[in-house]
Structures are given as structure tokens and as C-alpha cells.
């Protein structure tokens, strides 16, 4: 009698929940539909959160699950990787904190967004975070398409913003050097950039060997120097020169593995959207080009990158 009452009991509740889902389900329609009707800006905004936003947030993280698990099974490295599957493990990939750390950060930040979107009502005010902070207080995942331009048009600007200091730093350190033929080309270079100029894969190529020891070597460079080139890379510059040398030679190393498993895949292979990210990535401001261009862009720089020791 106790056995068929506890599951009468537990049916019951089964479907109070039930229902009460079910109800929640259609005070939700209704409400978005009134969203879409009478604030239709805002409907968009609400829309990338709750759908777009946290669809591509689990399947990345469900991505990466994945591709973790078939390297434990196969015993692979991430050098061993092709292109797409490494470059979804970059941000997560401890060898560079910045990224590792920032993934967490999104992840973390998301949490409490994503409980206040849970009441049909009380995401209204995730829509009014969305619509007056939405670079401070979300993550990319609940960008609009309109967002993420301008935003990353607003992060290459700060990227910008240190290009000066590196070629300075460049042209200071081209004093010292030992060779006074390639300290000479290396200086016009360098004077060639500051006027605007784009210098060619080979006149950089030819200069080469002068960034394998003093004072150009990673480890010989000033501090403001790897400091300059950290903003570059989007790495925070705020830590001992150590770490600084440290995270940039990982980050650096990362992008070289990702140069050739993109020569390997071939250009021709990647979409639009995939050669966008690959040329921001490597310091392209790609939002307003086309495909033709960041490919003729990343053409160049593999050129370069995949001669390089």
C-alpha cells in the first residue's frame, strides 16, 4: 500500500511539474512575442542571448570536450591536430594563459547573466545590460553580428595604439647591432613603416638572423619592448618581465603551429569567416575585407611565418 501511494505521489508531482513547465513555456511565447512586436530592437538583442548566444556557447564547449577526448584516445599532441580542431583548443590551451584565462572568464561571466534570463520577466533587464554595456558585461558568444564588428573595429584600435612603440623599440635596439649592413636595412625598415609604407616578405626575410641574438633575441629585448609587444598579441603587459617573455614565446609558438596546419589545410579550404578571424588574429584589422583580400594578406604572411625557424 506505502509502494503504490509513494508512486501515485511521485506521479503527481511528475505532472504538477509538467505543467507548470508547460505554462512557463507559453507565458514565455507570449512574452517574446511581445517583444518582437513592441520593442523590436530589443527583440534582437534578447533573441541573440537566449538562443544564438547560448546555443554556440555549449556546442563550443561540448567541441572542445570532444576534440580532448580523441587526442587522449589517439595520443596526440595539438601540433598533431588539423587546422580547425587546433584552433578551437587555442583558447583553451594552457601553454597561453591569456586566452586560457579569458575562456574561463567568459565562461564565468556568462553564469550569472544566464541565471537572470531564466524567469521570462526578469530577463528584461539582461536586455537592458545587452543594450547599454554589452562589451563590458558580455561575452562574444552573445554578440549581435552589428557588435562584433564594431568591437573588434574597438580592440584593433587599442592593438593600434602600440604599433609605434614596437617600431621605435625596433629602430632603438637596430643601434646596437653588431652587422652595420643589416643594422642599416634593418633602421630604413623600420623608417619605411613609420612613413606608411608595407615592406615585401622578402626584404623582411632578409633580415632575419638578426632576431636570434642580442639585442633583438626574445629573451635580449628591453621590457617596454615585450611590454609593446604583448598589447600587440592582446596579452595584458601587467606582470614581471619573466612571465611577459614567457607568455609571448607561447603565444608566438602557438601561432606558428596554427601557420602550418593552415598551409597543410590550404587557404582555399577555410571560409570567409575563418580567414577574417585568421587575419585578426595575426594583426589584420579583417572586419571590412573581403575573402580575396585577407587571403591574398595571410598568402604573404605563411610565406614568411613557415620559412621562419
Known sequence: RFSVCYRSTKAGSR???????????????????????????????????????????FLEVKEIRKIKSKMSRQRLSVQQLPYREMERLRQVRC??????????????????IGVI??????????????????????????????????????????RRDSYPDVVESLALAARSLPEPQLQK??????????????????ELYAVRSLFSGSPLG???????????????????????????RHRLRSHILEIRHLDRAMLRLGLGQLSEEELKA????????????????CRAWLE???GLSCKLQ
Open 218 to 244: 626574445l629573451n635580449k629585448l628591453r621590457v617596454s619592448h615585450v611590454k609593446a609587444l604583448s598589447q600587440v598579441l592582446f596579452l595584458t603587459p601587467h606582470l614581471p618581465a619573466f612571465f611577459l
Open 185 to 202: 636595412r634593418l633602421q630604413e625598415l623600420c623608417a619605411e613603416v613609420q612613413r606608411g609604407s608595407q615592406p615585401r616578405v622578402a
Open 300 to 302: 604573404q604572411w605563411l
Open 15 to 57: 505532472s504538477v511539474l509538467a505543467a507548470l513547465v508547460s505554462k512557463a513555456k507559453r507565458i514565455n511565447g507570449r512574452y517574446e512575442r511581445f517583444l518582437e512586436r513592441t520593442f523590436p530592437r530589443f527583440y534582437v538583442l534578447y533573441a541573440t542571448f537566449t538562443k544564438a548566444g547560448v546555443q554556440a556557447l
Open 117 to 158: 534570463a531564466i524567469p521570462p520577466f526578469a530577463n528584461f533587464l539582461v536586455i537592458v545590460l545587452m543594450y547599454f554595456f554589452p562589451r563590458q558585461l558580455l561575452i562574444r558568444y552573445f554578440w549581435t553580428p552589428n557588435q562584433q564588428v564594431e568591437f573588434l573595429d574597438a580592440y584593433d584600435a587599442i
Open 95 to 112: 601553454g597561453a594563459w591569456d586566452t586560457f584565462w579569458q575562456f574561463r572568464r567568459d565562461v564565468i561571466k556568462a553564469i550569472p
Open 278 to 293: 585568421a587575419c585578426y588574429l595575426r594583426g589584420l584589422n579583417s572586419t571590412h575585407l573581403g575573402m580575396s583580400e
